[in-house]
Each structure stands twice: as structure tokens, then as C-alpha cells.
């Protein structure tokens, strides 16, 4: 026999019945953004390196250890999209959506690739549900973002997502203190762990994100943005955070929480979930006000957000999981030796008329023990007899009452019992 392959390290086969939850996820996804007036974007998968290393930034994770890069046929590097936001800011210049009026309100879902260690809800293909929108300076599109966030996650059964809230700033506020949070760890230097000497260096604001309980020790003494806030950040966040008690979101500010991905400004949030274990980040986004010129568009301030369908799927409310139930099938039957093309021709006319339908088993015992386990509530039943008069035998399985009744009325029968 030869050696049955194995899928790559990282990735997931999603099957039925599973898949038909994710579809179900999707579909409210798709049905709560539009209300709020979001079309789909569809990038590739496959973009230029230089799109990441320029946004998301060369010191962070993602850019300097994740990403799956390489050389096509011609020798030009290309990259597996570790996340959507660059792929849509691209888009949106290539596209010349930016620079027409906005703003622009745009949702995506689709596969992202990093090549991160795998563990419980976290994956090297993994899946997000996300929405940009691009061209508006806010705080109330803030707000409005996340207000979308947080009735989605409603509709989906989770009763009070709670958002972890935090603001950067603007690019000189966080220079300033990122400035100053360097020079007070720089004393430390040796108390610190090998992650946060090297960020350290290159981008101070991430130590704030260590687990190490002796690094969060230290952090307790030091500066925090506050200090360093513009008149215009902190009204901006003063009004998101009005706004949100006014549309009654709930949330608390993190003052630690910075992301992993240099192209924040101002907002940034996170909404955990517990249940997920360690990897507990369900969703993050924040605002990015100066990305659309970095990638060479003109000047949009723009948000967004991205949840991982993967961990939102972990942790999906039992009662919107019970919705997805499909309805089982009408089973067709023979008995008698019918031939296994006239019950087929029936399948296909119960199909073509919208039933769910399907062939039943061998024997009429097999058949009933399929419709046990499937949870049926009819077969149809046609044995050489009803086939010769042009009926079928109805047979309810719950009841087990059963009537004959001509094949142009079955539809009828089956709907109206
Ligand atoms: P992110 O925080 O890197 O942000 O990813 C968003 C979400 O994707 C995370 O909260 C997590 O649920 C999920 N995720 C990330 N990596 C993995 C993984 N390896 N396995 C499973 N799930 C994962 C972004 O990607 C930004 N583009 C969000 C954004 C949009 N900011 C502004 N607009």
C-alpha cells in the first residue's frame, strides 16, 4: 500500500457537520455588516513581501519570524498574507477606491497564513472575519466599528463581549513615550528576558505584552502614555469612550495592551474570550490613520478589526451551534426488488421541488435504522406495486402511520402531512 500523506503541520481539514457551522458564522457575518453598510472585498492570497514588511513592520513577529515567503519562478519574493488589513489598504489605492469620497466600508473572510508554533487555537492556516473601513478620522466611526463588532458577537450568542480598550496615540505621542519607556528599562537591562532585551532595541512599546510575571513586576514603575498623550488623542479617545457608554458597550481600558503590528494609531482593542486557553485573543483592531499614505495612497484615516474564525468557532455559544442543525432528509425506499433507477427518479423529482431527499438503505431495515440515526421524519416507500398504479407509501416514522398516495401529490403530502 502506499503511504497515505499527511496534511502540513499547522493546517486543519474542516469536515461536515462542522463546516456547515462555520458557513452558518459567515452567513451572519455577511448579514450584520451589510446592515451596517459593509460590501465584501476578495484580495489574493498571494502579494508582493514588500506589502508586509512595509506595514505591518520589519520588528514585529509576524514580519520577522512568521510569514511564509518565498521566491516564484521569476525570483521575486512573494508572501502568504499573514493578515488582510495591508491587503486592503493595497487594494484600496490600487483600486482607486481611496481618493473618491468615503468612507469606504469593506469586510473580508478568508485564510491567513503564519508560521507560528502550533497549539490549541492557534494554527499556521488559520481563518478571520474582518471589516476596514477606510476614510474617516472618527471617534464616531469608532464607535460605530465597534458597536458592528459587538452585535455580531451578540448574534452569535455571546451575551456581553466585553472590549479591551487602549489608545497609542498619535505617531509623536508614542515616539515620546516609547522614548521614555526605553530608557527606563534600559537600567533593567539584565532583569529582562531575551525577547525583551532584543525588543528593546527595536520596539520598546511590545515588552509592555510579556507574561513573564518578573518583566510585568518591573513595568508597574513605568511611564505610561499618559503622560505623553496630545491634546488631539486624548479627545479622541475621550470621545470613543463616550460614545460607547452611550450606545451601552461594554469595555475597560488596558493600558497595556500595544498589538503586535506597527501600523496602529490611536484605538487599538482587543475583545478574550475565556475558554480559549492561552491563545484567548478572539479579535483585535484598532485604528491606522497613517497606513493608506505609507503605502503610497493619500491621506485616509482608517479602522478596522479582525476575529479568528478558528477560536471563534472554539467558543461558539451552544444555542446558535443548535440553530445550524440541518433538517434531515426524506429517505426513499424500495421494497421488493424496485429498481434502484425508479427510486433514484424520485430522489431527484423530491430535489427538484426543494425537499432534502436521499436514497434510502439496501433492505427496508437498513433504510429505517438510517432514518433512526439521521433523525428523519418521513420515508417514502415503493415497493413493485405502488410503482405499477404511479404511487408511493408515505410512512410517517414517529407516528408510524403510513398512506399511499399518488407521486404527483407526494410534495404536497410530505409538506402538509
Ligand atoms: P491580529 O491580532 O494579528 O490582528 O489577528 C486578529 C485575530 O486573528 C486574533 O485576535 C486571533 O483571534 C486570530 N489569529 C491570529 N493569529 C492566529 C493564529 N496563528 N491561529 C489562529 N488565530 C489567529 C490582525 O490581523 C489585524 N489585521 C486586525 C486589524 C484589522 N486591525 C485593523 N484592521
Not at 84 to 98: D, F, K, W
Not at 243 to 271: K, M, N, Q, S
Not at 389 to 416: F, H, I, K
Request: some cysteine; charged content about 25%.
Amino acid at each position: 500500500m502506499a503511504t497515505a500523506l499527511q496534511r502540513v503541520k499547522g493546517t486543519r481539514d474542516l469536515l461536515p457537520p462542522e463546516t456547515a457551522v462555520w458557513s452558518a458564522v459567515e452567513s451572519r457575518a455577511r448579514a450584520v455588516f451589510s446592515r451596517y453598510g459593509y460590501g465584501e472585498i476578495r484580495t489574493p492570497i498571494l502579494e508582493p513581501t514588500e506589502l508586509f514588511v512595509r506595514s505591518i513592520g520589519e520588528a514585529t513577529d509576524v514580519v520577522g519570524k512568521e510569514m511564509y515567503t518565498f521566491a516564484d519562478r521569476k525570483g521575486r519574493s512573494v508572501t502568504l498574507r499573514p493578515e488582510n488589513t495591508a491587503s486592503v489598504v493595497r487594494a484600496a489605492i490600487e483600486e482607486g477606491l481611496v481618493g473618491q469620497p468615503g468612507p469606504h466600508k469593506l469586510f473580508y473572510i478568508g485564510p491567513q497564513f503564519r508560521y507560528e508554533r502550533p497549539q490549541k487555537g492557534r494554527y499556521r492556516q488559520f481563518h478571520q472575519i474582518g471589516a476596514e473601513l477606510l476614510g474617516d478620522p472618527g471617534p464616531w466611526t469608532d464607535v460605530e466599528l465597534l458597536a458592528m463588532l459587538v452585535a455580531f458577537l451578540r448574534e452569535l450568542g455571546f451575551t456581553s463581549p466585553k472590549v479591551l480598550l487602549n489608545t497609542l496615540g498619535d505617531a509623536p505621542s508614542r515616539l515620546a513615550w516609547s522614548g521614555a519607556l526605553a530608557d527606563y528599562l534600559r537600567p533593567f537591562r539584565d532583569q529582562l528576558g531575551e525577547d525583551s532585551r532584543h525588543r528593546l532595541e527595536i520596539n520598546p512599546l511590545r515588552i509592555l505584552d510579556t507574561k513573564l510575571p518578573h518583566e510585568r513586576l518591573l513595568l508597574d514603575g513605568a511611564p505610561t502614555l499618559d503622560d505623553f498623550l496630545s491634546d488631539a488623542s486624548r479627545e479622541h479617545f475621550a470621545g470613543l469612550r463616550a460614545g460607547l457608554e452611550r450606545l451601552g458597550i461594554e469595555y475597560a481600558i488596558e493600558p497595556r495592551l500595544v498589538r503586535g503590528l506597527d501600523y496602529y494609531t490611536h484605538t487599538v482593542f482587543e475583545i478574550v474570550a475565556t475558554g480559549l486557553g492561552a491563545q484567548n485573543a478572539l479579535c483585535g483592531g484598532g485604528r491606522y490613520d497613517r497606513l493608506v499614505e505609507d503605502l503610497g495612497g493619500p491621506p485616509t484615516p482608517s479602522l478596522g478589526f479582525a476575529i479568528g474564525e478558528d477560536r471563534l468557532l472554539d467558543v461558539l455559544p451552544e444555542s446558535f451551534r443548535s440553530s445550524v442543525a440541518t433538517a434531515p432528509p426524506v429517505l426513499v425506499v424500495g421494497a421488493g426488488g424496485t429498481p434502484t433507477l425508479d427510486l433514484l427518479e424520485i430522489v431527484e423529482s423530491l430535489r427538484a421541488a426543494g425537499e432534502f431527499a436521499e436514497l434510502g438503505g439496501r433492505t427496508l431495515k437498513a433504510a429505517f435504522a438510517r432514518a433512526d440515526r439521521l433523525g428523519c421524519q418521513y420515508a417514502v416507500v415503493c415497493g413493485p406495486d405502488e410503482l405499477a398504479a404511479g404511487e408511493v407509501t408515505v410512512r410517517d416514522l414517529r407516528s408510524r402511520e403510513q398512506r399511499r398516495v399518488l407521486r404527483d401529490e407526494l410534495v404536497a403530502t410530505l409538506r402538509n402531512g
